[in-house]
């Protein structure tokens, strides 16, 4: 007990060594690529979602009064990963190896939106019969350029 007790105090004291009393908290990497881009991105995306559930809808009638909730998950869901799909854009433009265009960045939000939508959250929705509050109903108002970006300690 006491041996493994020791042990563990000199391999905490090491970790401290090297990386510090405390474990870092690394700030969200977004990627800017400017206001109007990150717009064009950032409603490509969600067209391509709302497209998703609009498509989903129509296979499922009796969805349809949820479909607004759906569009809501979409926007939430950028809103949330933002960051993350920054960086995942900036890679890939940087695969292409040239300036991007506008058509680029709106390709790329298009391409993002067919892989991150979830058919099976839209069947859970309807389920579920979840319907906005009026908080949600005013974030569904906000244009997709227009969404805030998180950043660390404001929404954690």
């Known amino acids: 007990g006491a041996v493994v007790c020791f042990v563990a105090t000199i391999a905490a004291l090491q970790w401290t060594d090297v990386c510090g009393s405390r474990p870092q908290v690394t700030v969200l990497s977004n990627k800017d690529f400017g206001r109007t881009n990150n717009g ?14 609009a498509m989903y809808v129509r296979k499922h009638p009796s969805a349809r009064p949820y479909e607004p909730f ?6 939430q869901k950028l809103y949330t ?46 389920r579920l019969r979840m319907q906005l509050n009026p908080a949600q109903r005013r974030f569904l108002y906000i244009k997709p350029a227009d969404l805030p970006v998180r950043t660390v300690g404001k929404y954690f």
Do not use: Q
């Open 81 to 126: 990963t933002w960051n993350n799909w920054s960086t995942w854009c900036a890679k890939e433009i940087a695969k292409m190896g040239r300036k991007p265009n506008s058509r680029d960045y709106e390709n790329l939000g298009r391409r993002l939106g067919k892989l991150a939508y979830m058919d099976f959250a839209y069947s859970v929705v309807a």
């Open 70 to 75: 759906m569009k809501y998950m979409n926007k």
């Open 40 to 53: 064009i991105i950032k409603t490509g995306i969600i067209k391509e979602m709302d497209h998703k559930a």
